[in-house]
């Protein structure tokens, strides 16, 4: 396989499965649009082993596999165009590999059946499955200034992200017998998600649950605004495809804060138009 069509693979991967990212990948240079893509692709793979239906000790196995195959990239096969992408995005950008190993440890608790009790312990996980990826991206973008400081405000974008995503997937993972949402705050506003009690079925309705959505979602807003503390220490076009993807999840967030028992009845989700629109004002640096 010739390393163009690795990374089309890699294109084809994000453009089909990134539905929020792919309107600020969209907005990057080709070489870091590419890159973008490949980083994206191998941690769908992550991903994919860990949402899949394999039995959880072949999931265990293949997620370390997938570990050791970054090992070292530069033996990596053309006969796979992922991690052949990957090899080459190491070679030209200073990314750090090693996170994609976090990202597998946030895979390897949600197979394990993990739970949260304090925020704390949810705050590793965000950082693990999605700060992760803030730094992996930024690897990309490159900075000015302080790289520590970068690379925090990078981890905190991530976990304001997670935060979002845990919100709107409440149904959806409580089906798949998953609870993020941590043990102290569901105490503190009186409500009950107990997957094992009615397995596969939708969480009910609660009097309290909007109070919990409410609260949770304040505190992804400070996380947001933490984060976007990063965009002006990239380039514009780095900056506006961080932008665009934070201010689609942040819109997100809004909507499920105006509509928190939403989340029990399905996915929210915006339309193809509003992430457009979001996309547009990123580029102008029009993001409030």
């Known amino acids: ?10 294109e084809r991967i994000t453009w089909g499965q990134a539905r929020n990212f792919a309107y600020g990948i969209r907005l990057l240079p080709a070489d870091k649009r590419r890159g973008l893509a490949v980083i994206y692709a191998f941690a769908r793979r992550i991903d994919d082993i860990g949402d899949g239906t394999m039995p ?4 265990i196995a293949a997620l370390e596999d997938a570990r050791r195959s970054l090992a070292d990239l530069s033996q990596a096969s053309d006969q796979d165009p992922v991690l052949f992408a990957l ?3 190491q070679r030209r950008f200073p990314v750090p590999i090693a996170a994609f190993g976090e990202l597998i440890d946030g895979c390897l608790a949600d197979v394990r059946g993990t739970s949260y009790q304090t ?5 590793y996980y965000c950082r693990c499955v999605a700060g992760s990826i803030g730094r992996l991206s930024l ?4 900075t000015t200034g302080d790289a520590a400081e970068a690379e925090r405000l990078a981890d905190s974008l991530g976990v304001a992200l997670q935060l979002t995503n845990i919100l709107r997937d409440v149904r959806e993972d409580f089906q798949n017998g998953r609870v993020y949402l941590p043990s102290e705050d569901l105490a503190k506003f009186d409500c009950v998600l107990d997957p094992a009690a009615s397995p596969g079925e939708a969480p009910r309705p609660q009097p309290q649950f909007s109070r919990l959505v409410e609260f949770e979602a304040e505190r992804a807003r400070d996380w947001y605004a933490t984060g976007m503390a990063l965009l002006p220490m990239l380039d514009r076009r780095s900056a506006a495809c961080t932008g665009a993807m934070a201010g689609i999840y942040r819109r997100l967030l809004d909507r499920i804060a105006e ?8 996915r929210m989700s915006l339309s193809a138009g509003e992430k457009g629109m979001v996309a547009v004002k990123a580029l102008a640096g029009r993001l409030g």
């Open 259 to 266: 509509q928190p028992a939403a989340v029990l009845r399905g």
């Open 87 to 89: 090899a080459d995005v």
């Open 139 to 142: 690897g990309i973008f490159g």
């Open 1 to 10: 396989m010739e390393l163009t069509d690795a990374y089309r693979e890699c």
């Open 119 to 123: 925020f704390d312990d949810l705050l």
């Open 56 to 59: 959880a000790p072949e999931k």
